[in-house]
């Protein structure tokens, strides 16, 4: 029996928004990155089915069929002309027909579980509608777990390593904290997140006094209440290294599956724009996160009643220091679809790179694609057979297929 996938990688603006928004907020944009569909495309397995926004492009699958890649059932939920920003989800609950397809995949016994990037609220009317079921936590759990808040207070309390900052309800707090953090670490910089988003979104970087005296000019008391949620002020780290893991919490299981760790690769402005797959790290980074994931399994489940996916930020400083649980999502990273597509392809753990695409507006002809940014700039080479390259349909030209 298959499984139901449904691409609503919106999942965080859902969370961040109010149920009766019928447009986003200021500042809060639907998470559709564009061309996540694909990955979802080739990593759900032939006995699957995934919900797309439309339906590919049918040289991209017959490319994707020629690396054989056995292709999920398609089913297309329709994209809003009016409401380009509608969720994935929101998009399958507007139409019925649609919904009996999946009742009956049910019924016939063709499909029993609803996987997803994240749980919301809507993912969950899908199942109930459609008689699918949820294997993870529900949306309410998924939204607390998720929160910036959350992650600084559970690692406080388990004893993990946390950048020195504090929780504020205000601007005025805001400002105090940044001082605060200032006085006690020489003049450095901060950073204020917004306690619920994704991405960078809203995140904005403190260097100078002068940055202090504006917060009440970029952050107003309006600003935070649309959020509706707390702010975190923490010390920036401008030279740490970036490590990003994901482990599963099971019911009946609390230590986490094995963890595999990435390490962001950066750019010229010190900006991340990709993953090295996997990252080489000291067993003492590795022991030190995998005992911080142990915890974090067993606190969700016994504390919260939280299964499903747990997907960490963590910080490794040049100087040794580690922070862990720098961010704890309850969702899916996108490298759970890359590690699928891993073990459908080959027995040996092997580099597939789409980070790019994500951050890429840019069409490019596919030769030179090839040539020079997956050579070069990930530093992965088809000549060395080091893994396979799944173009992504819209941002290359000339479609053909690589030799591997």
């Avoid at 990955?39 to 926004?53: E, M």
């Avoid at 010229?268 to 996160?289: H, L, S, T």
Wanted: aromatic letters at 10%.
């Amino acid at each position: 029996m298959g499984s139901v996938w449904i691409c609503n990688t919106d999942v965080e603006s859902e969370w961040s928004t109010p149920m009766n928004a019928e447009v986003p907020q200021k500042g809060i944009r639907q998470v559709i990155f564009n061309y996540f569909e694909e990955i979802l495309l080739s990593s759900a397995g032939p006995s699957s089915f995934a919900i797309l926004r439309k339906e590919p492009d049918s040289e991209f699958t017959d490319y994707l069929k020629n690396l054989g890649i056995e292709l999920p059932t398609i089913l297309v939920a329709g994209e809003s002309s009016t409401k380009p920003w509608l969720p994935t989800s929101q998009l399958v609950i507007k139409n019925p027909s649609l919904i009996n397809i999946l009742s009956k995949l049910v019924s016939d016994g063709k499909a029993s579980i609803l996987e997803s990037f994240g749980v919301s609220k809507m993912v969950e009317q899908i199942a109930e509608l459609s008689g699918l079921s949820i294997p993870s936590a529900g949306s309410e759990a998924s939204k607390f777990i998720s929160r910036k808040s959350f992650s600084r207070t559970i690692s406080k309390k388990l004893g993990i390593h946390i950048p020195d900052g504090e929780i504020c309800n205000s601007a005025k707090e805001i400002i105090e904290a940044v001082k605060a953090l200032r006085s006690r670490n020489r003049e450095c910089s901060a950073v204020i997140k917004p306690d619920l988003d994704a991405s960078g979104r809203g995140q904005l970087i403190i260097k100078k006094e002068v940055g202090i005296n504006r917060i009440n000019d970029i952050i107003s008391e309006e600003y935070i209440e649309s959020y509706g949620t707390p702010f975190i002020v923490e010390r920036w780290h401008p030279k740490a290294i970036t490590l990003s893991y994901e482990f599963q919490v099971d019911s009946n299981e609390y230590k986490p599956k094995s963890i595999t760790l990435r390490e962001a690769l950066k750019d010229n402005e010190n900006r991340d724009y990709g993953y090295f797959y996997p990252a080489d790290v000291k067993d003492k980074v590795f022991n030190e996160i995998q005992e911080a994931a142990n915890s974090l399994a067993i606190e969700l489940w016994e504390k919260y009643r939280y299964y499903g996916p747990v997907r960490c930020d963590a910080l490794h400083l040049p100087d040794g220091r580690l922070f862990p649980v720098l961010e704890l999502n309850a969702r899916h990273s996108f490298f759970h679809f890359i590690d699928l597509l891993h073990a459908r392809l080959s027995p040996q753990c092997m580099g597939l790179f789409c980070w790019f695409f994500f951050r890429s507006s840019e069409q490019i002809k596919f030769g030179q694609f090839i040539e020079n940014i997956i050579g070069k700039d990930l530093m992965f080479s088809l000549d060395k057979q080091e893994g396979i390259v799944v173009p992504i349909w819209g941002t290359v030209t000339e479609i053909g297929r690589a030799h591997v």
